[in-house]
């Protein structure tokens, strides 16, 4: 006798637990500054097609038995995510394919030295950063993300520097990314010997486009699913997919202003402008044919 139930095809009608899913990734927030959508200078955050087969994948493994998987096929797929981001690096950092990139990543790199005692500051050293990169001649900025809980989508917010790069020669805007602690943001607990490798190949200072940026996430995030499961321990919200790829890719506010809002009260003023000295440093680059050349920057104790 043939069976009354049929599996649920892509085509079928999206049921209202997938809605609320793609509508709670359109969320928004309005704040003060300039405000972006994802698609502002780079077309990157997922598209409905890759939001509906999250969703499917997710109802398939929720429908699968506990043994489905087997610990080697875990781990030969951690080790296949390892080398797929190797790729990925090695094509972005291979010499002469992204000059401007190279030269952004020194000098964010030079200014995170200058600046490194403000490092247990999170969001003072990335300003720092930020305002030095912008002195260099970068149109650098901080963004700041920032997402209501929805349709499974956990609420969080998030900053990051970015840099925007005018061609004058082909009249385009090219979009780089710049996270300073970029591997931490990919840290889970009791991780398998194949996904701390993985975990090594990750950049500790991210300086890239969009869509290397969005690859590595999703690879990353996939691979630590299956760690976790293979500890028989269940994937942690905040380290899914959809929560990881708005960290990047959400709304954002984009903002210059070198000292933090909680930073302007009298009682955080010490903690910034005390024990600060300066040292010479030399820098030899410069950015779209003009030269600079600093003797001194300000460094704490």
Known sequence: MASSVRAKRVTDPLNEKVKAQLIGHQLSYVSSGSEYSAAAVDDDSPSLSELVHDFLEHELSQAQ?????????????????TELIEDILKSTANGNVDLYRNLLLTHVLKAMEVFSRLRQQKSVFRRQVMSLLRELGHNAAICKTKWSSSGGLTAGNYEYIDVVQSDSYTSTQNRYFVDLDFAAEFEIARPTSAYTRLSTT???????KGEELKRIVKVTCDAAKKSLKSKDLTLPPWRKNRYMQNKWFGPYKRTVNPIPAASLSPAAGPSVSNGVKCRCIGFDDGVNGRLFVRTSFCKGN
Do not use: H, I, K, N
């Open 65 to 81: 038995p506990p043994g489905y998987d087997s610990d080697s096929e875990r781990v030969d797929t951690v080790a296949d995510s």
């Open 202 to 208: 990750l950049p500790r200072v991210y300086v890239g």
